[in-house]
């Protein structure tokens, strides 16, 4: 990949604020006792993604029709779409508790062992980030999944012996963002796998009037669109923005969520109508403006941000690759003609001339 990393100066106020970005799909820890109250706790309660809930639903039911515990669950796809919730779910509906840890918690194949064999029998082990796990966790668990037992041992070097310990029969479920990053012999151990999808306009509408019942925001229908149409397809991001939203009727407004006041509020956050933040409008720009439409490559497009190029990668790309506003190519980052537009600008003719539309996305 050949980037093109000349020096540009950080510019003043061009950076991001502090903490996490309204339209970040990542879960911001200050808010987790907010999220938490806005999980629906059973399937007939979870929106959208109705083929995941119907397979789910039979594996469920099945279990429960032979008084088994479930197979073990992986769920992938990108932050906010409700794989925690899901494992919620599932412990709730087989009426059984729920564990909960993460991929990078687990270091140690010990850690996994003191974690498993604390379980009950039943138990649900959600495992957030699972494929961030170390490698003798991650072979403990292929043993765990499939004879519910772990081997632990005891000593070190030539002398070091294993000794079988039977743990609980328990259902795990898995969560990734990467699944392309999972072992094949991991992934193979699961007996159900599901892929999230972004939620459509009319999930998270439904998803956002249930939300301001729950928190007791006045909210009208043309409200609840304005706000999911800005959500990009997250409920997370839904849920963010109807509790800005609801702050801003409260103290601009009567309290009620009209569209008007839903779109004055986020036009005051600086989220578009098409859910584009300061951040994805600054990128935009700055390929537009400053690089002639690319490419450009990642690191020098993040400092004339003044971002992190993580951040840059992580957060704003994928929604502008999505929406079709940028292209990721093996030389750097390309906006593509309906980026330019959306800027109000003229795209070049040049600018797409020697980019084809599908050339493959090398980085995702
Ligand atoms: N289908 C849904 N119906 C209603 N609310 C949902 C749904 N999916 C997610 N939510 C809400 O969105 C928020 C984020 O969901 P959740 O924490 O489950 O996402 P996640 O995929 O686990 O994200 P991450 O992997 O980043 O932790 C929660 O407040 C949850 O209530």
């Known amino acids: 990949m050949v980037e093109r990393e000349d020096a540009f100066e950080r510019e003043d106020g061009a950076g991001h604020d502090a903490g996490i970005d309204l339209v970040d799909p990542h879960p911001d820890p200050e808010e987790s006792a907010a999220e938490s109250a806005l999980r629906p706790t059973t399937l007939a309660e979870f929106e959208g993604q109705p083929r995941v809930s119907d397979q789910l639903g039979l594996v469920l039911e099945a279990a429960r029709a032979r008084a088994a515990v479930p197979d073990h669950v992986l769920l992938s796809g990108p932050p906010g779409l409700g794989k925690t919730t ?17 991929g990078p918690a687990i270091q140690h194949a010990g850690d996994l062992a003191a974690i498993l064999s604390g379980l009950t029998e039943g138990e649900v082990f959600f495992l957030d ?9 991650e072979e403990m668990l292929y043993l765990a999944m499939e004879d519910f037992r772990v081997d632990v041992v005891v000593g070190k070097g030539p002398g070091a012996t294993a000794i079988p310990l039977d743990i609980p029969r328990f259902t795990l479920v898995g969560a990734t963002t990467r699944s392309g990053l999972l072992p094949g012999p991991l992934r ?21 009037r249930r939300s301001a019942a729950l928190i007791g925001a006045e909210l009208d229908p043309d409200g609840a669109a304005e706000i999911a149409g800005r959500s990009r397809g997250t409920p997370r991001i839904a849920n963010r923005l109807l509790r800005r939203v609801r702050d801003y009727a ?4 009567d309290g009620r969520i009209s569209a008007g006041v839903a779109r004055a509020a986020l036009d005051l956050y600086e989220v578009d109508a098409l859910g584009l933040d300061r951040l994805d409008r ?3 720009e700055a390929i537009c403006n400053r690089f002639g439409g690319g490419p450009v490559g990642l690191s020098t497009l993040a400092i004339s941000v003044g971002e992190e190029a993580e951040t840059v990668e992580e957060v704003a790309e994928p929604f502008l690759v999505r929406l079709g506003f940028l292209m ?8 593509t003609a309906a980026g330019w537009r959306h800027l109000g ?18 980085f995702s």
């Open 282 to 284: 600054g990128v935009l």
């Open 86 to 102: 899901l494992a919620g779910i599932i412990a709730a509906e087989m009426g059984a508790p729920l564990r909960i840890s993460s």
């Open 129 to 137: 980030e699972i494929h961030r796990m170390s490698r003798p966790a």
């Open 188 to 208: 193979d151990r699961f007996g159900f796998t599901a892929q999230l999808d972004f939620y459509d306009a009319e999930d998270l509408e439904h998803i956002v």
């Open 328 to 335: 990721r190519t093996p030389r750097g980052r390309v906006a």
């Open 345 to 362: 600008l003229n795209p070049p003719r040049s600018v797409m001339a020697d980019v084809t539309p599908d050339e493959p996305d090398l």
């Open 250 to 253: 409260l103290v601009r407004a």
